[in-house]
Every structure is written in C-alpha cells, then in structure tokens.
C-alpha cells in the first residue's frame, strides 16, 4: 500500500484553526520533549522508531478510526514508520512531509485589528517555533516587523493586499532565528531598519531606529521606543498609539531573557527598568504583540498572541516583582538552555558570516527558548 503524505502547511492550518491532529511523533523521548508539535486540539503520541518493533501495547492505544500523521526530524523515519503501521493493519497513516524541520518554517497569517488611520495590522505565527512577526498594511505600503528567515509569505501576503512593502524592522539583533528583514528590504527595495546599539558589529548599511524616531507606511505612523534589557538595543514600537509591539522583551506569560550575548546582570537592570518605568508609564489601552510564545495556551481563540498591557500588568509573573534585586536574581538564575546556535544566528544577523540554506534550517532547529 503506498503511503499518504501531507505537507507541514497543512498540519499548522489544523492547529491554527483548532481542528483535531493526532500525531505519532518517532523521535527520541528527549527530542519529543525538547521540542514537539503543539496545540490547543493535538494528540500526541511518542514511539521512538528504533523501539516500535517492540511497542505493540503502545501501538494497540494508537488511534485507528481518524487520521494519524507521522513525524520525525526531516520526514524520512516518518515515512518508514508509516509503512511499518499499514502493515499492522492501520489504514488511515499520512506521514508529514519534512517531518519537524519543515514544521518549523510555517507561517500562519492572523488579523489582529484594523489601524484608526485606515489599514491593519497582522500577525504571522510560526507555529513551529513560536516566533511571531508582523505586517503593518496602509494606504497601498507595507512595513514588516521582525520578519522570518523565509521571507515569501510576506511577498505573498503583500501581493494579495496590493501593498508595496516599504519599511523592514527588526526590534533587536536577534539570536533564536535568523532574520530575512535584510533580504525581504533587498527583495523590494525597502529600507531596513535596526536599532543602532544593536548593529556594532553589523557589516551592512541600515537605516538606525533610535528613540522617538517615526517610520510612516502610508498614512499609519509607527514610532520607536527604546526599550534594552533583552538586548542593549532592544526596541519596541508603538503603532498608531493603539499596538505595542514588544520584541522579545515582553512575553503574554514570561519576559525576555538579558543573557544572550553574555551580559545577563548588566541587561537585566536594562530589563527592570524597561518593565517597570518606562512601559509602566505608557497608556495600558495599548495592546501588546510579542515576538514570541512559548505555550499554545496564549493563543487566543483565532490563533493569534495578544493582551492588553493592563491585563499583563495584573497577570504576567515577570511584572508583579517587588524587589529589583530579587528580579535581577529570578532573571540571570536557573534559565533554559539558550537557542540551538545562537552564537552562529547572531553572527549571521550581523552579516559576518553567510550560511547555506541547509545550515541556516539545521541552526534554527528546536525551540525558540528567548523566555524567562
């Protein structure tokens, strides 16, 4: 019997849409729990492939009357596993093409809200990474905010919306994924923007978004707010006084983490400061948009990530710290591991080194882990 095949796409439109997904995922335990596919309607199964011979309890709890797709890391052992299934007996098995690494790269556009100047403003959810990022739609322009390293459903997006994408923003010099905001500015001749403190060792020209600085996309204004403790650049933006959008600052349930480029105690004074002063004096109307999640369960109902800031003012944990010395304690201590290659990500963010387009998929495998 041959074997059914579906595209990752088509497994994050299901998660997107909160429609049941039963996987058998035949990693390693330790890879599954390091990192798996997620959300709200997932059922999630795990035989290693090199154990599944010798499961067959396992295997008899293994649903048979709905689709089971099968994952792995690249789609080859997912295949196999598939066939071994049908064998069993099992005669409704799709295995997932390109397994978790082409998981890893979908882009699910959401609609957040339309803009008070006319426009709107969307977000675009990789469910496989929990890495969000933005297009800001106006007036025929389009600006894009901490943009994925594929870069072509922005162009797509873009081109069904008969925007012309003028502006490319990074919030920080990233260290978790690589950023196409360089590309995607080079693909349209766009500017591309980055925070100056960020780009020292950057060996490309930007154009520097500095404190107050105001790009316009058509007739929607989005203005700069210094905001360090992630990064020493770090910068938010503030999107027709109606959208926060955070970087990897401010998280739905967590904030950033300052030790990316071994800075941690100095950063995380940064981040106190930023967390509570500077954001606590803004409106708390303002709807914040992270750049990233770490749990499906800030997901709203359509797929989306975000809240207000009064409500993350009242709930988020990392706000709600009395003392500035025991914030600075809970921030440096006891982290996750950092992001699979980061090291070599910045570098590639900072143009010092130019990977292939295998390498740059291997580098951004796992977990986005940006959170405290």
């Not at 909160?18 to 959300?39: C, M, Q, T, Y």
């Not at 809200?113 to 025929?140: H, W």
Request: hydrophobic share 35%.
């Amino acid at each position: 019997m041959t074997v059914k095949f579906a595209s990752a796409e088509e497994i994050a439109e299901k998660v997107m849409n909160n429609e049941p997904v039963a996987i058998l995922d035949v990693r390693s335990k330790e890879d599954v729990e390091n990192w798996h596919v997620e959300g709200s309607q997932v059922e999630l199964h795990n035989i290693p492939f090199n154990k599944i011979e010798e499961s067959s309890e396992e295997i008899n709890k293994l649903p048979k009357e709905k689709p089971l797709y099968t994952m792995c890391a690249k789609g080859n052992t997912s295949k196999k596993a598939a066939e071994y299934l049908q064998d069993q007996g099992f005669e409704n098995i799709i295995s997932i093409e390109g397994g978790m690494a082409s998981w890893s790269e979908q882009l699910e556009p959401v609609k957040i809200g339309d803009l008070k100047t006319g426009g709107a403003i969307y977000q675009f959810v990789r469910v496989g990474k929990g890495c969000l990022s933005y297009l800001i739609e106006s007036d025929g322009e389009a600006a894009v905010v901490d943009a994925a390293r594929m870069t072509e459903p922005y162009e797509n997006f873009a081109k069904e919306h008969s925007a012309k994408i003028t502006h490319v923003l990074d919030t920080h010099l990233h260290a978790d994924h690589i950023s196409g905001g360089r590309r995607l500015a080079e693909q349209f001749g766009a500017q591309y923007h980055l925070p100056p403190e960020d780009a020292d060792e950057v060996v490309f020209g930007y154009e520097p978004v500095e404190d107050g600085t105001i790009v316009e996309v058509g007739k929607a204004k989005v203005k700069a707010f210094y905001s360090p403790g992630h990064t020493i650049g770090s910068t938010s933006f503030i999107v027709d006084d109606e959208y926060l959008l955070t970087g990897d600052i401010l998280f739905i349930e967590s904030i950033g983490r300052p030790d990316l480029a071994g800075k941690a105690t100095d950063w995380a004074e940064d981040l106190h400061e930023t967390l509570y002063e500077r954001y606590d004096d803004l409106s708390k109307d303002l709807i914040v948009l992270p750049a990233h999640y770490a749990d499906v369960k800030e997901m709203n109902e359509d797929g989306s990530v975000h809240k207000k800031l009064s409500e993350l003012y009242n709930q988020n944990e990392g706000l709600n710290i009395d003392d500035e010395e025991r914030f600075i304690k809970r921030v440096t201590e006891n982290l996750k591991e950092q992001p699979n290659a980061y090291e070599d990500i910045r570098k590639t963010n900072m143009g010092k080194i130019i990977p292939s387009e295998d390498e740059q998929k291997e580098m951004e495998t796992g977990p986005n882990n940006c959170a405290v």
